[in-house]
């Protein structure tokens, strides 16, 4: 060993005395060991995370119930398509006078019944012709008599539930005639 007296204030390795006081802790140093502040933001942490989860719970429970309405909706369109070939023969049975007594009471009941469900039928003979509601499978020529395109003869009735069309009617259309036609357009003065 050497004559140099111990200094405490250095140590044989060149490290810094044991008795040294410490650099002073940083503030991220300070919130990890303060116990409360890991609480609190432990608890923040999992407070947003039930937020999220709740959010996400409200979200599906909407979904669920929309879909099951549109479930209800399909199941319940579905029948009323199946029905509609029953009404067309009962139609049909009424255009020939065969709907008479007991069996045209249940006809009428039916038809009451199916309109608790929003079924309405659509496609008269005098219609205006709409492409969206109407199949035009024939052209009748023109009619004096009309204003716009109508419907002059109806093959098949159509039916919707509320806006949306189960079947279109099968029709078939006649143009405004000649007449109706020269009163709608404009006159233009002669040079």
Do not use: C, W
């Not at 005098?126 to 023109?142: I, S």
């Amino acid at each position: 060993m050497t004559d140099q007296p111990f200094d405490e204030a250095t140590s044989p390795q060149g490290e810094a005395p044991v008795g040294a006081a410490e650099p002073a802790p940083t503030p991220d140093e300070e919130v990890a060991s303060d116990p409360v502040a890991e609480l609190e933001a432990k608890v923040a942490e999992l407070t947003n995370d039930l937020q999220r989860k709740q959010a996400e719970f409200i979200n599906y429970k909407r979904r669920v119930e929309d879909d099951r309405v549109r479930a209800v909706e399909t199941g319940k369109q579905k029948v009323l398509t199946e029905l509609l070939t029953v009404l067309d023969d009962l139609g049909r049975a009424e255009e020939h006078g065969e709907l008479t007594g007991g069996f045209k009471a249940v006809a009428d009941q039916l038809r009451g019944t199916l309109g608790k469900f929003d079924l309405v039928s659509f496609g008269e003979v005098g219609e205006p012709f709409d492409p969206n509601l109407h199949e035009a499978v024939f052209h009748a020529g023109e009619d004096p008599e009309v204003d716009v395109q109508s419907i002059a003869q109806v093959m098949r009735t159509g039916y919707r539930v509320g806006d949306r069309v189960l079947r279109p009617a099968v029709v078939g259309v006649v143009d405004p005639g000649a007449a109706a036609q020269a009163t709608e357009q404009p006159v233009t003065p002669e040079d």
